[in-house]
């Protein structure tokens, strides 16, 4: 049995986790809930802001906004409330790459009942496996969904902000939950200087010659752009308006954007790829890699503590297991090409960070 705190069900391998003999966890007893002010009036000030670009953004391109979709509840929400609730002529985008048949049926789903355009690109699945097959091998000191994550959405983030200065797109608007991506990443909105100065191609990737120059041009780099090119804003709308896991599933069931909570659910929704990361993680860590993002959403009051009392577990079990929807640990390393003993950290820390 894995131990994890009563309040918030964080593992207790999780560094500084440190449960004490109550069953509570060092973030839950540090958790100060009057810093909840200090966190409002920041959401406030984001919430404020965003209002301001959703309207400047309109009529500025065939486009007021573009939104990322590979199916999940949070983006199909963030589409219905651009349209519905304030009008805005929104393109969906989807890059094709590992989308599960269920997350196909929503982005159908929703872009039907919402009558919105939706390009989709379908770029070599060759690359990707290639891709996948190297970090897999050669992952930081963070582990694989770090690693796989933190190169594969600079990929398709990076295929938004491009396919947005080809329309005149000022917007891109992502679907990203509090506590998405790393806060280091991003909080609410992408720097100024990450989109129009920092070359975004991994520097591990380069030096590893593993990669061919047309391979490596793949991934998003300003530089590449003119002087006076205009780049879009990146934001993220749900760092700004108030954000709750379980309204969020009913809401887009309610709104028939998805057609029940199994397909809304991130479990069943997800890349088939994240089965495979949360193995090797399992493997190497002791607990799930997504752990602590969920945990704090408990913490905070944004999820279930009983439903994910029930489904961490769950997850955990199918997953070391290889069985139910763990069988995708299987089937991802077949499709990559490489066997569960070659899962390997080989790389220091922030090896494949972008150089600011």
Not at 53 to 63: H, I, Q, S, T
Not at 140 to 160: C, I, K, N, Q
Not at 308 to 318: A, C, E, R, S, T
């Amino acid at each position: 049995m894995v131990q994890r705190c009563s309040r918030c069900l964080l593992p207790a391998a999780v560094a500084d986790s440190k449960i004490d003999g109550t069953g509570v966890c060092k973030p839950c007893r540090d958790y100060d809930p009057a810093l909840a002010n200090d966190r409002e009036s920041q959401r406030a000030d984001r919430e404020s802001d965003l209002e301001a670009a959703l309207e400047d953004c309109r009529g500025r391109g065939e486009y007021d906004c573009l939104v990322p979709f590979s199916g999940g509840k949070d983006s199909a929400l963030l589409l219905h409330k651009l349209v519905k609730e304030y009008s805005l002529k929104v393109l969906a985008f989807t890059v094709n790459v590992n989308i599960p048949a269920i997350a196909w049926k929503n982005i159908r789903r929703t872009t039907d009942k919402l009558g919105i355009d939706h390009l989709s690109f379908s770029p070599p699945p060759t690359f990707y496996a290639k891709l996948f097959r190297y970090l897999l091998k050669n992952q930081e000191e963070r582990g694989a969904v770090y690693t796989v994550s933190y190169v594969y959405a600079p990929l398709f983030e990076g295929d938004s902000l491009k396919l947005a200065m080809d329309k005149n797109i000022p917007l891109v608007l992502a679907g990203y939950s509090p506590g998405q991506p790393e806060p280091e990443r991003m909080l609410y909105e992408f720097s100024r200087k990450l989109i129009e100065k920092v070359d975004w191609t991994p520097p591990e990737l380069i030096r590893s010659n593993a990669f061919s120059e047309a391979e490596l041009s793949r991934f998003y780099n300003p530089n590449r752009y003119p002087a006076g090119t205009e780049f879009p804003r990146y934001l993220a709308p749900f760092h700004a308006w108030r954000y709750n896991q379980n309204e969020v599933m009913k809401a887009v069931v309610d709104e028939g954007l998805i057609a029940s909570t199994k397909n809304a659910s991130p479990i069943f929704s997800n890349y088939p790829i994240n089965w495979l990361l949360m193995y090797s993680d399992l493997k190497h860590f002791g607990y799930n890699p997504y752990a602590p993002e969920f945990c704090a959403l408990i913490r905070e009051g944004q999820a279930s503590l009983m439903q994910w009392k029930i489904f961490g577990p769950l997850v955990d079990f199918m997953i070391r297991n290889r069985i139910a929807l763990g069988k995708n640990t299987t089937s991802q390393l077949k499709m990559i090409g490489m066997t569960a003993d070659e899962l390997a950290i080989t790389k220091p820390y922030g090896a494949y960070d972008p150089v600011f």
